[in-house]
């Protein structure tokens, strides 16, 4: 069966400092790997992906993840933090011959304090 | 910001009512989903759609129904509402098997 989890309800950084939010992920075949944010009261926004190609992801406001396919993970990480990152964020997971449907992690509520 | 719309944002109905929550898309994508999220917490498929005329349940058993006549529309019935239905639900759409982009979601509660 696939899944994905992680394992952090909630992680706290200090702004300025750099962040991870954990992901791991099962599934049959090579994965399609997502990560989204979610701010209060709205819609989830992607992120970044990975498909295929460099383990190390760039995605948007200044995101970056990376896929660890012997440790089956693709942690999200941030070098320096903004108290406006501060928001939910979903990792998920699309395996082989799943058409566009996605398994979400349970999310990771991110706190960064000034 | 994707061209993905939901109505209303907020809705508030009392038990035994049929609701239709509206999803909207102008980008021409051939794949549509529901989800339903409590707040603050995981996302769960209900529904899917991979073009006109196709719809299937997801993931998590739903007592709502779905329709897709049209490409960019994919609304979502309730026929009788009760307060195990309060949640959030999210729609979102794909081309193909690539991202999925999401509306601002509906938030229901069924006094």
């Known amino acids: 069966a696939q899944s994905v989890a992680q394992p952090e309800d909630q992680v706290n950084v200090a702004e300025g400092n750099p962040l991870t939010v954990k992901c791991t992920y099962s599934?049959?075949?090579?994965?399609?790997l997502f990560w989204y944010v979610q701010y209060p009261n709205r819609g989830l926004q992607f992120l970044l992906k990975?498909?295929?190609?460099?383990?190390l992801v760039k995605g948007s406001y200044g995101f970056e993840a990376e896929f660890n396919k012997s440790q089956t993970s693709f942690h999200l990480k941030k070098p320096s933090a903004l108290v406006s990152d501060s928001a939910l964020y979903f990792c998920a997971v699309r395996g082989y011959n799943q058409g566009g449907k996605l398994i979400f992690g349970q999310g990771t509520e991110l706190s960064v304090k000034p | 910001e994707a061209d993905i719309y939901q109505t209303p944002r907020y809705l508030v109905i009392g038990t035994g009512k049929k609701i239709t929550l509206e999803c909207s898309q102008t980008?021409?994508?051939?794949?549509m989903y529901w989800y339903q999220q409590d707040p603050g917490m995981e996302l769960h498929l209900i529904h899917y759609s991979y073009g006109v005329n196709s719809t299937e349940k997801g993931d998590l058993s739903s007592e709502s129904t779905v329709s897709r006549i049209r490409t960019e529309h994919f609304p979502l019935t309730l026929e009788s509402a009760r307060p195990s239905h309060t949640s959030q639900y999210l729609c979102?759409?794909?081309?193909?098997?690539?991202?999925?982009?999401f509306g601002a979601g509906t938030r229901l509660s069924v006094l």
């Open positions: 990975y498909i295929t190609g460099d383990n």
């Open positions: 980008m021409g994508h051939d794949k």
């Open positions: 599934v049959s075949g090579n994965p399609y």
């Open positions: 979102a759409s794909s081309v193909g098997e690539n991202i999925q982009y």
